[in-house]
C-alpha cells in the first residue's frame, strides 16, 4: 500500500476513534483499566515499583564507543496526523538482555529464555564502597558470602544484580571510562564469583550497573563465556539499584521477543 494511502486510512481511522470516545461513559473509560490478572509469585509484599532502566537515545555510552541506536522520523504530526519513527539498534545498548546466544554457538535466543526466569527475586550485592576506590573492582566469592552472612541464602531463582555506583556516570566519558590506550576500567563480576553462583545456587540471571558482566580491563570475558552458555542471561547498564534492598525485592525483565536475537534493549522493573 503506498505511502499517502496508508496516511489517509489512518486520518479517517483516527476521525472515526474521536466520535466513538467521545460517546463513552467516563466509568466504561475507568473499568477499562481496572482489568485483573493473575498475579505472579513475589519475593514479598510490594509496596511500590523501581524503574531500573536508563533512558536509551543516540548518545548514551556503548561497549564500543559508537552510537547504538539510530532514531529517525519517518512520518510526523504536521505532514500526516500520525508520528512514525524507524529505528537502527545496535541489540546490546542501553539498559539491555544478554540472552545465552549472545556467548554461545546455540544457547537461547532472547525470545527463547523462559518467561519464569524473567520474573524472579533479586538480590543486590553492594560493592560502592570498593569500587569508589578501584574502577576495576569485582564481586568476588567473599562478597556472595558476605551477603549470605547478611541475608541468608540467595533466594531460588533469583537474579543476582552489582551494585557498583557506576550509573551515576552514564551521562558522560566516565561510565566507559577508557584509559589512553582504549582499556576501559568499570567494575564487574569476578569468573570465580560466577562459578560459585552457578555451582552453590539456582540463580538464572545476573545484573550490572555497568557496561559489563566481566570488568572493564577483561580481555578473555570469561564471566559472559562461563555464565550465559548455561542458559543464564545477563543485564546490562541497570540504572537505581541504589533504591532497592540488599533481598526481598522483585524483578520483571521486559526482554525483547526477536526471534533469533542474541539480546535487545529492556524495560527492568523492580516490585519492592
Not at 65 to 85: C, D, M, R, Y
Not at 180 to 186: K, Q
Not at 224 to 231: G, I
Request: net charge negative; aromatic share 6%.
Amino acid at each position: 500500500m503506498c505511502h499517502h494511502c496508508v496516511t489517509e486510512s489512518v486520518k479517517r481511522r483516527m476521525l472515526s476513534r474521536r466520535a466513538v470516545l467521545g460517546a463513552v461513559p467516563a466509568a466504561a473509560a475507568i473499568a477499562l483499566g481496572s482489568s485483573v490478572t493473575a498475579q505472579p509469585a513475589l519475593a514479598s509484599e510490594p509496596r511500590g515499583v523501581e524503574d531500573l532502566t536508563h533512558e536509551l537515545h543516540h548518545d548514551f555510552p556503548t561497549y564500543f564507543g559508537e552510537p547504538g541506536i539510530t532514531v529517525s522520523q519517518k512520518f510526523t504530526w504536521a505532514e500526516h496526523k500520525f508520528n512514525l519513527n524507524t529505528i537502527a539498534l545496535n541489540e546490546h545498548t542501553g539498559t539491555h538482555v544478554d540472552a545465552p546466544l549472545h556467548f554461545s554457538e546455540n544457547g537461547q535466543s532472547v525470545t527463547e529464555i523462559p518467561v519464569g526466569n524473567l520474573i524472579v527475586p533479586l538480590a543486590v550485592i553492594d560493592i560502592r564502597e570498593k569500587a569508589a576506590n578501584d574502577a576495576d573492582a569485582q564481586v568476588t566469592p567473599d562478597d556472595l558470602k558476605a551477603w549470605k552472612d547478611a541475608n541468608g541464602e540467595f533466594p531460588d531463582r533469583c537474579c543476582v544484580a552489582m551494585l557498583s555506583g557506576w550509573a551515576s556516570k552514564a551521562t558522560g566519558d566516565g561510565f566507559r571510562n577508557a584509559d589512553s590506550s582504549g582499556v576501559m576500567h568499570f567494575p564487574g563480576f569476578h569468573i570465580e564469583a560466577a562459578a560459585m553462583l552457578i555451582e552453590e545456587t539456582t540463580a538464572v540471571g545476573m545484573g550490572v550497573d555497568t557496561l559489563s558482566l566481566d570488568h572493564g580491563p577483561s580481555a578473555d570475558f570469561a564471566t559472559h563465556y562461563a555464565w550465559l552458555p548455561t542458559n543464564r542471561w545477563g543485564i546490562e547498564c541497570l540504572a537505581n539499584l541504589e533504591r532497592l534492598p540488599a533481598k526481598g525485592a522483585t524483578l520483571f525483565v521486559g526482554a525483547p521477543k526477536v526471534r533469533g536475537g542474541t539480546g535487545g534493549p529492556a524495560r527492568v522493573l523492580a516490585l519492592v
